[in-house]
């Protein structure tokens, strides 16, 4: 297991120190439009992609706004993902996706076309057609789109290999889940027969959850987690719980080392990337 959790947070830190980067660009005024950071949640991507990394099991990925960290975790190009967010046409959505809509044709990852919740509905019908193990990705808010519920439907009655992630920060933009419903997306799923679980971003407790998962059928995976920055990174939550230096703390030296390396490493692809004219 420390093996596990140590290759976690080499995925965790890069995603890190690659959003905490975006951020700096971002306010030095390298990045033009609207962009959407996952620094805090990824945790989620990371156990995710090792665990199924571990398994040899390749999924198609449908992510959302916050994918980043979901593209760099599954291996994707991360100057093809500088590039994009430069607005270049050598990145990975030529230019033309910005942060929500990345995507890699050669790690099977499916951007997001900005419909809050439209990937659910595509990824469950491409799993249809595909019948490979699918993984799709949602916030808290975008699980309260009708067409989601109906694509969970869907997904059970067909029996699809689907695993829903919804990364809960029970948040939609600054509203909390109790103001917006009185129910909980473990309990939704259950009523369409589908096995389901609540776990936080714990790299440990996710991974028991994922075990779960038999890559034949549809399973939903409700991530409790906490976003650092705001869209747009118009601000950031201020004090709470983070995981990665939690982490960090409990791996000691070795995570100590990594962390420093990938702050390095990621300073030195930003800085070569804003170097080209």
């Given at each position: 297991?420390?093996n596990?959790?140590?290759?976690?947070?080499?995925?965790?830190?890069?995603?890190?120190?690659?959003?905490?980067?975006?951020?700096?660009?971002?306010?030095?005024?390298?990045?033009?439009?609207?962009?959407?950071?996952?620094?805090?949640?990824?945790?989620?991507?990371?156990?995710?992609?090792?665990?199924?990394?571990?398994?040899?099991?390749?999924?198609?990925?449908?992510?959302?706004?916050?994918?980043?960290?979901?593209?760099?975790?599954?291996?994707?190009?991360p100057?093809?993902?500088?590039?994009?967010?430069?607005?270049?046409?050598?990145?990975?959505?030529?230019?033309?996706?910005?942060?929500?809509?990345?995507?890699?044709?050669?790690?099977?990852?499916?951007?997001?076309?900005?419909?809050?919740?439209?990937?659910?509905?595509?990824?469950?019908?491409?799993?249809?057609?595909?019948?490979?193990p699918?993984?799709?990705?949602?916030?808290?808010a975008?699980?309260?789109?009708?067409?989601?519920?109906?694509?969970?439907?869907?997904?059970?009655?067909?029996?699809?290999p689907?695993?829903?992630?919804?990364?809960?920060?029970?948040?939609?933009?600054?509203?909390?889940?109790?103001?917006?419903?009185?129910?909980?997306?473990?309990?939704?799923?259950?009523?369409?027969?589908?096995?389901?679980?609540?776990?936080?971003d714990?790299?440990?407790?996710?991974?028991?959850v994922?075990?779960?998962?038999?890559?034949?059928?549809?399973?939903?995976?409700?991530?409790?987690t906490?976003?650092?920055?705001?869209?747009?990174?118009?601000?950031?939550?201020?004090?709470?719980?983070?995981?990665?230096?939690?982490?960090?703390?409990?791996?000691?030296?070795?995570?100590?080392?990594?962390?420093?390396?990938?702050?390095?490493?990621?300073?030195?692809?930003?800085?070569?990337?804003?170097?080209?004219q």
């Amino acid at each position: 297991m420390s093996n596990f959790r140590l290759e976690v947070f080499k995925k965790a830190s890069f995603c890190r120190h690659f959003e905490n980067q975006v951020y700096k660009v971002a306010q030095d005024k390298h990045i033009k439009f609207p962009f959407y950071l996952s620094a805090g949640q990824e945790f989620i991507p990371a156990t995710l992609y090792t665990f199924l990394e571990k398994k040899g099991v390749d999924t198609n990925v449908f992510i959302q706004h916050r994918g980043h960290s979901h593209y760099l975790s599954k291996g994707a190009d991360p100057v093809q993902l500088i590039d994009e967010l430069l607005g270049r046409k050598s990145g990975c959505a030529n230019g033309m996706g910005g942060s929500a809509s990345i995507h890699s044709i050669e790690k099977d990852i499916f951007g997001h076309d900005g419909l809050m919740g439209s990937q659910v509905p595509i990824a469950v019908g491409h799993a249809y057609q595909t019948r490979k193990p699918t993984i799709v990705v949602m916030g808290d808010a975008s699980a309260e789109e009708d067409y989601v519920l109906g694509a969970l439907g869907w997904a059970s009655t067909k029996k699809l290999p689907v695993l829903f992630v919804v990364e809960d920060n029970n948040l939609s933009i600054l509203t909390e889940k109790r103001v917006r419903r009185n129910w909980e997306m473990e309990d939704v799923a259950k009523s369409f027969n589908m096995e389901a679980f609540t776990v936080d971003d714990n790299p440990v407790m996710l991974r028991n959850v994922l075990e779960n998962w038999d890559f034949e059928s549809p399973m939903l995976v409700n991530v409790n987690t906490i976003r650092k920055y705001w869209h747009a990174g118009a601000g950031t939550d201020g004090d709470y719980f983070d995981r990665y230096e939690d982490e960090k703390s409990i791996l000691g030296t070795e995570a100590e080392q990594i962390d420093i390396e990938n702050k390095s490493l990621v300073e030195k692809l930003w800085q070569q990337q804003l170097e080209i004219q």
